[in-house]
């Protein structure tokens, strides 16, 4: 690779930074953040590659151009890029919605220029440089999104890289990544959200003080609840079909549960509580998780 | 103190009884279990106290007897019991349903035998003596029910036990107890289950592979959805008046929130968002949990 241009340099944005420069898989590694506090961060961790005051100032000397903002920066940043772009870059993104970004892309991109988005499943509940790591992305998926126009020698290109990042790469169009994440990630995040805001909620109302009790699960939420919040709005917002669906069938779920366990439905019960640890033997034998108990962290 | 009996060496009896071995707090520790492979685990894992076949063999000679049973053991366990039972036993569980419980004891047990409740916030999702550790209160809250009828020598003489398990104590009464405990306990298991059902159920209908990819949050709901059906089934049961109003507020936000994404109602969400911050940062402060960020375990 020769050079290649970051744009947005939080979790992600630094993780890729550290990875590229500590495998020296870039000549130069071009990083455009437009946060003051993020570029004091940059500079005080003395991060690798060449912090650049204008991305537009950097694409044409770039190979490979990765968007790792919220996607809602997206639209103003293609627009300031198009009088650069070459239908030669290879563009990237790590957004979690790509039905929406496909559509802000389509809509705004220059004409004849390609772009693959790429979802790496990989993150924390902390945001900013600080947090990066060069191995965030190690054994961990990486989604590439497939559509009529995928250029495939760029679909390759980032193939490799992302294995070189660490990751394991799927293909998929983004119909199906929206609803499969709809399930798997946005679902859970707005629950924990919602779990929260009830317990805030309740003890508002009852005059309770039941945080300090939180050992027995809230906690657990409570960490999950603590994401990024213009990140987590965007991604509701962009996935509004999909999410909303996956409530729906949560609501549903949850519901007939409720009437389970008020008609003191045993057989139902047991049932639906056994059943759902094939998914946790499953998740530990593709190593998603390590079989090991959690008491809380110390 | 003299002897003691736990009843039930799961998670909890094994590790009071490892405790108390340790501490040295009893001349005797009595140990009823009734599962043979619990039993077997006990023998293997040379766990300290002496196995005794019937609980009501080591009563007499026990001065305090505490019950480590899922709930729907109390009462067969009672009626063995009574004929043994003085009013100068002291006599525990570790139930997380307090109303219940009192209703089974009340019906149950013999007149003028004291039983003071207890509820140590400990646990995993793990279940089993194997998985018991001595140190398994250490800094966790432990709730001393109180009632109309408590025998303040026996609260006394409880309070300074849990102490000496590592506990910080606190007194309430059941009909609070279930309520704080429904918001922060119940409610997220449940939840938790239901969220692994629906991923289960969506994965089914639309055939998609959708598991391996978990990293993305449904990891974490997966594993406190591991936890024990049995008990589970016991607390969902014993407090289906709070667990079902707990659900019924839950979903009211969960709606609010699903129309806020369908209206891009930007500013209502940020708010939620945000302030579910909130009590992230008092549980930290709280030291319910530490201020490092999980990317998952390794």
Tied chains: 1, 2.
Aim: glycine share 4%; hydrophobic share 35%.
């Amino acid at each position: 690779m020769k050079n290649v241009l970051i744009i947005g340099c939080g979790l992600l944005g630094s993780s890729l930074l550290r990875r590229i420069a500590k495998k020296k898989l870039a000549k130069k590694i071009f990083v455009y953040e437009k946060s003051k506090k993020n570029i004091a961060k940059i500079k005080k961790l003395k991060l690798p590659g060449i912090l650049v005051k204008k991305p537009q100032d950097a694409v044409s000397q770039s190979e490979l151009i990765i968007f790792s903002t919220t996607t809602s920066e997206y639209k103003k940043m293609i627009l300031k890029l198009n009088k650069f772009l070459t239908s030669k870059h290879i563009i990237t993104d790590v957004g979690s919605a790509k039905l929406k970004s496909e559509e802000i892309i389509k809509k705004n991109l220059k004409r004849n220029i390609f772009w693959t988005s790429s979802h790496p499943i990989a993150g924390s509940e902390v945001s900013g440089p600080e947090h990066g790591k060069h191995n965030l992305f190690e054994n961990k998926w990486c989604v590439l999104v497939k559509s009529k126009k995928t250029n495939f020698k760029n679909l390759k290109y980032l193939s490799i890289f992302w294995k070189k990042m660490g990751s394991k790469t799927v293909i998929m169009n983004s119909e199906k990544h929206d609803k499969v994440f709809s399930i798997t990630s946005h679902l859970p995040h707005l629950i924990a959200y919602n779990l929260v805001k009830t317990a805030q909620d309740f003890e508002k109302k009852q005059k309770y003080d039941l945080i300090k009790y939180s050992a027995g699960g809230l906690r657990d939420f409570s960490r999950i609840a603590s994401s990024n919040e213009i990140m987590w709005r965007d991604i509701f917002f962009d996935n509004k079909k999909n999410v909303s669906k996956a409530i729906n069938l949560f609501v549903k779920t949850l519901n007939a549960f409720k009437k389970d366990i008020n008609t003191k439905n045993n057989k139902s019960i047991l049932k639906k509580l056994k059943q759902t640890k094939k998914v946790r033997f499953k998740i530990i034998k593709l190593k998603q998780d390590i079989n090991k108990p959690d008491f809380g962290r110390d």
